[in-house]
């Protein structure tokens, strides 16, 4: 299987499946294998073959699939707490590191650079249907953004109720929201209403 062109701040959007985390009920993306392979396959995690097969072998593995599932989402919550606490400053917690670090030592090997067209790909050997092969692109991001000393411009939505991680290319590093349409243009709303109210 070729991987081909993964982001380096790929791991930054599978935490953000989870959404509005400031909020009461964050809003989730993730609500079984099925949305979890969705997910992989439009983020260029897997191909769509590999996402096919993995599909019909759930079918006929309900207690397999909710323990990959589960496991699935025990790394996107350890990468967005390592982030997070990366984001404000401070050290990831040595837990939420041993989960990345088995899930890495778990994932295929990305020792094989190969043409494709124009471009170059990782290939991976054979695709089995377990949480490191599905997320070897995350979990390489991962450990990449990490190692890069990119990690320095991880951010973290300011608003208290997204909490979106983004990595900060802004010119003067400088980025506060996940997306200035967005969370930033409500916060410039907000304080133009208080403006409004004091006057």
Same mark, same amino acid.
């Given at each position: 299987? $070729?991987?081909?062109?993964? *982001?380096?701040?790929?791991?930054?959007?599978?935490?953000?499946?989870?959404?509005?985390?400031?909020?009461?009920?964050?809003?989730?993306?993730?609500?079984?294998?099925?949305?979890?392979?969705?997910?992989?396959?439009?983020? /260029?995690?897997?191909?769509? /073959?590999?996402?096919?097969?993995?599909?019909?072998?759930?079918?006929?593995?309900?207690?397999?699939?909710?323990? $990959?599932?589960?496991?699935?989402?025990?790394?996107?919550?350890?990468?967005?707490?390592?982030?997070?606490?990366?984001?404000?400053?401070?050290?990831?917690?040595? *837990?939420?590191?041993?989960?990345?670090?088995?899930?890495?030592?778990?994932?295929?090997?990305?020792?094989? $650079?190969?043409?494709?067209?124009? *471009?170059?790909?990782? *290939?991976?050997?054979?695709?089995?249907?377990?949480?490191?092969?599905?997320?070897?692109?995350?979990?390489?991001?991962?450990?990449?953004?990490?190692?890069?000393?990119?990690?320095?411009?991880?951010?973290?939505?300011?608003?208290?109720?997204?909490?979106?991680?983004?990595?900060?290319?802004?010119?003067?590093?400088?980025?506060?929201?996940?997306?200035?349409?967005?969370? /930033?243009?409500?916060?410039?709303?907000?304080?133009?209403?208080?403006?409004?109210?004091?006057?």
């Amino acid at each position: 299987m $070729l991987i081909s062109g993964y *982001r380096d701040d790929l791991c930054l959007d599978y935490a953000n499946t989870l959404s509005w985390r400031g909020r009461a009920e964050p809003a989730e993306k993730l609500h079984s294998l099925d949305d979890l392979l969705d997910w992989a396959r439009t983020s /260029g995690s897997v191909g769509a /073959g590999a996402a096919r097969n993995a599909s019909i072998w759930s079918r006929a593995r309900s207690k397999k699939v909710e323990e $990959l599932f589960a496991e699935a989402i025990a790394l996107r919550e350890a990468i967005f707490r390592i982030f997070s606490a990366m984001a404000a400053g401070q050290g990831a917690r040595d *837990r939420d590191l041993a989960v990345l670090t088995r899930s890495l030592a778990e994932a295929p090997a990305r020792n094989w $650079l190969v043409r494709s067209g124009n *471009r170059f790909a990782w *290939r991976i050997g054979q695709h089995r249907p377990r949480m490191p092969d599905l997320l070897a692109p995350v979990l390489w991001s991962a450990g990449d953004l990490l190692i890069a000393g990119e990690h320095r411009l991880v951010r973290q939505c300011a608003n208290s109720e997204c909490l979106w991680l983004f990595v900060d290319r802004s010119k003067n590093a400088t980025r506060r929201w996940c997306d200035m349409a967005a969370c /930033g243009n409500r916060a410039k709303a907000q304080r133009h209403y208080q403006k409004i109210r004091q006057d």
